[in-house]
DNA sequence: AAATATTGACAACTAAATTGTCAAAAGTAA
DNA sequence: TTACTTTTGACAATTTAGTTGTCAATATTT
């Protein structure tokens, strides 16, 4: 596997875990009709999160455009609705509706039946470290995040 | 971040490190021109191993044409070189020139300085038990991985 | 030798996301 | 309140990273 140090493999299994993880997910996705971006909001606004467009986006560190067209479908397939944005007149908060939460409980259960599987001979123990680990690389990486992300 | 298991967890950070990952890495590997296809071959074959075009596919888990493609470019920009292969005659092998060799060199190293930002403030025990973890997540996955994929 | 499978090449297509542009509306400052 | 600046939503074109289908040539298997 040639990786000379610890660190660089880890972030050579973030990458071929991140394929294989999303091949596994697209099974239960595709029987739902959603897409991996749907999925990535439903999982921002779950359980009970209400963001505007250019919030989860900011969140998803994807572009605004393209997560205003994946908010629309889910609110046309009524998965999501919209409120009142106190902070901003034209921009709505997007929350799950009682169905669009359904939804992602129907998704969760039938991931974490695959979890079980890539996680069942691993201590506890480890599983915690790597959670702690992987969150600290993720939350710096946060903050370092070009503060000037207009668009 | 309402991750009910840490199992969870772990697969939802992998996705979001995957995303953040890719797009320190870009920054380097545009600079040389190649993408992240071309430097995944890169990486299969450094330092010194000699792979078919599918057997490349078959472990980066992408069709044998879009590897294909890859690898012709790395050859025409001389990263690669062919060599005959004992074990199918019309299917050579591949394998990183000299300039390939120096070429993974530069973007490791350039790599290596963005990681260790990222690695800074966790200790070395918890980078090795991640690793460890991962690792075993992976290698499990590809075991399970279809045994009949012909293409 | 005949049947079967694999490989490389080419083409058309798809999914996920980016970038560019615009007008309308909202926020901000004079 | 009026003028300026920014943000938002909508639409379009493009890019990236790959898939799927097909074909002839060559290999391998029987």
């Not at 299994?13 to 091949?23: G, N, S």
């Not at 572009?63 to 009524?78: A, C, F, K, P, Y």
């Not at 996680?119 to 939350?139: G, K, Q, S, W």
């Amino acid at each position: 596997m040639h990786a000379d140090s610890p660190q660089y493999e880890v972030t050579w299994l973030v990458r071929r875990l991140f394929r294989a993880l999303a091949q596994l997910a697209n099974t239960s996705l595709q029987a739902h009709g959603l897409s991996a971006a749907d999925r990535a909001v439903l999982e921002f606004l779950y359980p009970d999160a209400a963001l505007s467009v250019p919030e989860i986006a900011a969140r998803y560190r994807v572009s605004r455009q393209h997560i205003q067209v994946t908010v629309n479908t889910l609110v046309e397939d009524g998965f999501l609705e919209s409120r009142p944005n106190p902070r901003h007149k034209r921009s709505p908060l997007f929350a799950l509706t009682r169905v669009g939460h359904e939804l992602f409980n129907k998704i969760r259960a039938a991931e974490s039946e695959m979890l079980d599987d890539w996680f069942a001979n691993i201590p506890t123990h480890d599983v915690e470290c790597t959670r702690r680990t992987l969150r600290t690389m993720y939350c710096q990486n946060l903050r370092r995040g070009d503060p000037d992300a207009s668009d």
